[in-house]
């Protein structure tokens, strides 16, 4: 069924808008995938947030003129789905890994930062982790070195006092004291 000027002009704002906010943009064929297969994609692309659509090529090559996806354009021939992610590595993390267990979607091309990406770079983008998992790693670098301070003055104080009996046996000592 096609859709006319109206509807066309709705979807191509539709997908600008998506585009506008994204950081990134995948490009996957999806020719003989069964529809089970594709809802089970467009679930998982849902869940992690990805902006996930089957497009007429001709419509997303307008939604994305003059946009940094503008260079993946070459790359928009055949039946292609999209994804567009906020998250740097969402869309290419959400295909790649569906790609892995469903031989049928093939990565074809990407774009993040202006830049085009073939499929290594798309799986390369995939391979990073998330947002979320780099801020535990960062937090964790950043209280190694405290964590380790603490036990290094822990068993000082364990080896010049004879364990947690000193700490506070200084505090009575002080308070007698006062």
Known sequence: MSLN????????????AQVARSQTL???????LTVEHLNALRKQARDKGV???????????????????EVAAESMVGPLIYGFSEDAVAAAKVIADFAKSNDKLVIKAGAYA?????????????????????????????????????RVLAAVAEKKGGGAEAPAAAAAAAAAAA
Do not use: C
Not at 5 to 16: G, Y
Not at 26 to 32: D, I, T, V
């Open 26 to 32: 995948a490009l996957a064929e999806y020719r003989g």
């Open 114 to 150: 202006g830049k085009v990406l073939d499929v290594n770079g798309v799986k390369a983008l995939a391979a990073i982790p998330s947002k979320e998992v780099l801020l535990a790693q960062l937090a964790g670098l950043l209280m190694s070195p405290i964590s380790r301070t603490a």
């Open 5 to 16: 000027r109206t509807e066309k002009a709705a979807v191509v704002t539709d997908v600008a």
């Open 51 to 69: 902006y996930l659509h089957v497009l007429k090529n001709t419509l997303a090559r307008r939604a994305v003129a003059g946009t940094p996806f």
